[in-house]
């Protein structure tokens, strides 16, 4: 389904072909093959430096957030913690967090 082309000359990423999950491929009438390319003008992935100062960054920011606000802050997923996770990842802190919002509240 998915394969990694970390090379030089090749000016994709990684090649991903999603039919390839799928228990029966002949039920599937067509497919889309996809191309992930470096160098978007959004960034997608958190980058730990060495000094840890992105890290920090974040701490910082979710120190003044916290500060904002009479509710307690909860923060999840990729974006919130600037953690490089997985989507499965993703949605069990999503879970656990429903959870533990629900034991408190
Ligand atoms: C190129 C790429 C390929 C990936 N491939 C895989 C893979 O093959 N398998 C896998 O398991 N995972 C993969 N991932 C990782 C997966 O996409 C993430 O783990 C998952 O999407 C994280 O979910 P999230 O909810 O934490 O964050 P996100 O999905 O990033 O959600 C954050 C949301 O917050 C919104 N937002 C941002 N700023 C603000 C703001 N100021 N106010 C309000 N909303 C805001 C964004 O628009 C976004 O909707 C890939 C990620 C990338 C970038």
Known sequence: MVVNE???AVPWT???????A???LHDV???IVLREYPGA???????????????????AYEAKLAACTRNPLVAAGRLATYSYI???????QGLDTAHRIARTA
């Open 22 to 24: 799928l228990e029966k």
């Open 41 to 59: 003008a959004a960034k997608h992935y958190p980058v730990p430096d060495s000094a840890g100062r992105n890290k920090a960054l974040q701490a």
């Open 14 to 20: 990684r090649t991903i072909e999603t039919k390839w």
């Open 86 to 92: 997985n989507m499965d990842q993703a949605v069990r």
């Open 29 to 31: 009438p067509g497919t």
């Open 6 to 8: 970390p090379d030089l």
